[in-house]
């Protein structure tokens, strides 16, 4: 596998890991009303799923040529 696909297979791997790791961790709400959860997990799993699938489409044009 080139290394142009393995950048590509990790960014998706990545960001279904966000996802899980966000489910998985779940998120409380404390004594004083505060909500805690890593929303941060899935803006990057967002753009990383992203990224993966736009690397992909874009070596498939280029291979296409």
Do not use: Q
């Amino acid at each position: 596998m080139a290394t142009k696909y393995k950048i590509a297979t990790g960014l998706l791997i990545f960001g279904i890991t966000c996802f899980i790791l966000f489910y998985v961790i779940g998120s409380e709400v404390d004594e004083d009303g505060y909500l805690h959860e890593p929303f941060a997990l899935l803006p990057l799993g967002f753009i990383s799923i992203c990224l993966s699938m736009i690397l992909y489409i874009v070596f498939a044009i280029i291979k296409k040529k």
